[in-house]
T-cell receptor, first 115, second 110 residues
Framework: KAGVTQTPRYLIKTRGQQVTLSCSPISGHRSVSWYQQTPGQGLQFLFEYFSETQRNKGNFPGRFSGRQFSNSRSEMNVSTLELGDSALYLC??????????????FGNGTRLTVT | DQQVKQNSPSLSVQEGRISILNCDYTNSMFDYFLWYKKYPAEGPTFLISISSIKDKNEDGRFTVFLNKSAKHLSLHIVPSQPGDSAVYFCAATNNNDMRFGAGTRLTVKP
């Protein structure tokens, strides 16, 4: 069974631009979550989607948005990029959202650098 | 707000000895706790978990202890091996989203 796939692996953008990151979950997983990882801050929760609906949202500005398609694939968009948005963006899928014994399966992330 | 805290950014132990990684949380509504392990250039992978109705869960060399009254959990690795060198994230959930700590980088020296 293929794991969680994130594309692209690396991305360099300039301030003010916008970016779209893509995530394909494990087959059969309908829940997709997005996290931002920065040094010293750990994994910061962005949002979670289930059945094309946003189920939960973290404390990020409205420049960060996402969506989920009918095949469970998800995209996240960041508009008007700032230098501080440089981070590793991780996508994770799970079988059953809200089920604590259903661990998250992470992709290898997209490394975004904003210059 | 940092609801899950890992106050030690790094830990170094000798091969064969015990590694103890600590985690504290503030939200008493959390009822399930997990540890993830992350190697460079890879996403985190699930390691072990514990429900709030238990105080200990063991899986091979890995044991997680939960002290609900202190809102504290710890991961014990015995014996530690060089392949255990990675960043360990503590996570907590209450059937909603999952919150992670900042991670502890464990280095196991041969």
């Amino acid at each position: 069974k293929a794991g969680v796939t994130q594309t692209p692996r690396y991305l360099i953008k300039t301030r003010g631009q916008q970016v779209t990151l893509s995530c394909s979950p494990i087959s059969g997983h309908r829940s997709v979550s997005w996290y931002q990882q920065t040094p010293g801050q750990g994994l910061q929760f962005l949002f979670e989607y289930f059945s094309e609906t946003q189920r939960n949202k973290g404390n990020f500005p409205g420049r960060f948005s996402g969506r989920q398609f009918s095949n469970s694939r998800s995209e996240m968009n960041v508009s008007t990029l700032e230098l501080g948005d440089s981070a590793l963006y991780l996508c994770a899928s799970s079988l059953n959202p809200g089920q604590p014994n259903s661990p998250l399966h992470f992709g290898n992330g997209t490394r975004l650098t904003v210059t | 707000d940092q609801q899950v805290k890992q106050n030690s950014p790094s830990l170094s132990v000798q091969e064969g000895r015990i590694s103890i990684l600590n985690c504290d949380y503030t939200n008493s509504m959390f009822d399930y706790f997990l540890w993830y392990k992350k190697y460079p250039a890879e996403g985190p992978t699930f390691l072990i978990s514990i429900s709030s109705i238990k105080d200990k869960n063991e899986d091979g060399r890995f044991t997680v202890f939960l002290n609900k009254s202190a809102k504290h959990l710890s991961l014990h690795i015995v014996p530690s091996q060089p392949g255990d060198s990675a960043v360990y994230f503590c996570a907590a959930t209450n059937n909603n989203d999952m919150r992670f700590g900042a991670g502890t980088r464990l280095t196991v020296k041969p």
